[in-house]
């Protein structure tokens, strides 16, 4: 099952790089991701099991409990970019689509392994493949401004996954040192924790931290976030939003899960609180005043990377929340992403501000993609019935609960900041005087039938969590923090 699902997207990249069909190339994508998608519930429901004598699930891939949570997140979102794809390509048939199916595929498959991935090398290896297969989506414009995102985008991804490659090499020495025996398998070292060389693993930490935190784009390591969210396409920037950064988090969280058990807890959730509250109140600042209402989202993302961070650095409950908001946020991105890429189709312009091209109006214009938009920002910002409020009142009872009174105040400040500083921006897109229809795209449930689904999941989490989720999440908290 797990080959299976690893080679079914390789499959798909191969197929879309060799055919020659422009229009039919893109049909590729919703095949391969349904057939992902089935797949993946039938592992998480137990359908499927892994026999025990595989050696490739035995010695390099595992399904733990975070990684069937974002498992299923990435295989979701991905099938419904997918969806999306085949009608925004078709209206962009002016352009190769090779390169960029092709990158979807292989973008799909890095991460795949990458949540898979049993080993600490392994894991390092996929989330660098997912940075090589998105970089080209970025450049799908071809303007002189996506290239130059592109390049930040490369340049800056590339010192965060070389600064987690020497936090590898620290982790594997905090063991040497010790003279502990380790394979470098997740598992393994956290068997092995408490003989762990202390200073090697805080080191190891601090590093991995900072690298995979640069894939997040936590602050300050978010500087490649605006420019390759603004540039890229809208359902790029969806998978980028609620797909490759929830990896880089699974990635930290593994980590975390060893120095927990090495009794360091208390220096890493520290250290995840402050870069937590850092990026809300960057972001929450940055957001304010913002006329370009796709690098706004991009802040959002910022935002929302410190929410998970602060959740998981209070712990216990809060780590429930954050968990909880890895699935919201993800989802809600896919809504934002898509519905804000279909209002940028329609007036040509991503720009708030005054004038001709400015955007206005897009309720009268595209009411369906406008309505969309507008409800999007209602749940990224926590209001009521959509799943980030549960979510994040989830976080803010556990930290004031905890007797964390300043970071839970700071935690509501930066949500309010952010509220207002986001409003701002969505209310000029949405409300006010513009044209009465789009002039390059037609709005209807055909190009929004995707975020329609999306939204209805994100709504779903917010009344009513299902059983087996709730299940999943607790037992993540307990594997996660050693039932603290």
Known sequence: MAAILLVLPVAAAIAAWLMRSNDARPLLLPAVALAHTGLTA???????????????????????????????????LFLACAVYAVGYL?????????????????????????ILARHVGVMWVAIEASALAGAPLIYFNQSARSIEATWKYLLVGSVGVAIALLGTFFLAYAAVKAGAETRLRFDDLTAVAPQLSTPWLKAAFVLLLVGYGTKMGLAPMHTWKPDAYGEAPGLAGAIFAGGVTSVAFLAILRVLRVCHAAGLGPFATHLLVVLGLLSMAIAG?????????????????????????????????????ALLHLLCNGLTKGVLFL?????????????????????????????????????????????????????????????FAGGHGVVG?????????????????????????????????????????????????????????????????????VWLEGGR
């Open 42 to 76: 039938a592992l998480l429901c137990g359908a499927v099991a892994i026999p025990d004598h595989d050696w490739l699930w035995l010695d390099w891939l595992w399904l733990d409990p975070p990684g069937r949570l974002v498992l299923g997140l990435v295989s979701v």
């Open 90 to 114: 078709r209206f962009r048939r002016e352009r190769d689509n090779r390169v960029f199916v092709t990158c979807l595929a292989a973008l799909l498959a890095a991460l795949t392994l990458a």
């Open 285 to 321: 600042g940055l957001m304010v005043g913002q006329q370009d209402f796709k690098r706004m989202l991009a802040y959002s993302s910022v935002e929302h990377m410190g929410i998970l961070a602060l959740g998981v650095g209070i712990g216990g409950l809060a780590t429930f929340g």
């Open 339 to 399: 519905s804000a890429a279909n209002i940028h189709r329609a007036y040509g312009s991503k720009l708030t501000g005054e004038g001709p091209g400015a955007v206005r109006g897009a309720l009268r214009a595209l009411p369906l993609s406008g309505g969309l938009f507008l409800a999007g920002f209602f749940a990224i910002t926590g209001a009521p019935p959509f799943g980030p409020f549960i979510s994040e009142l989830t976080i803010a009872r556990a930290t």
């Open 409 to 477: 105040g700071l935690f509501l400040l930066f949500l309010m900041v952010v509220f207002v500083g986001m409003g701002s921006t969505v209310l000029k897109v949405t409300l006010g005087e513009g044209p009465t229809r789009a002039a390059t795209w037609r709005d209807g449930l055909a190009g929004s039938a995707s975020i329609v689904a999306l939204l209805a999941l994100v709504v779903l989490l917010g009344v009513w969590i299902p059983a087996p989720l709730e299940a999943l999440l607790r037992e993540t908290v």
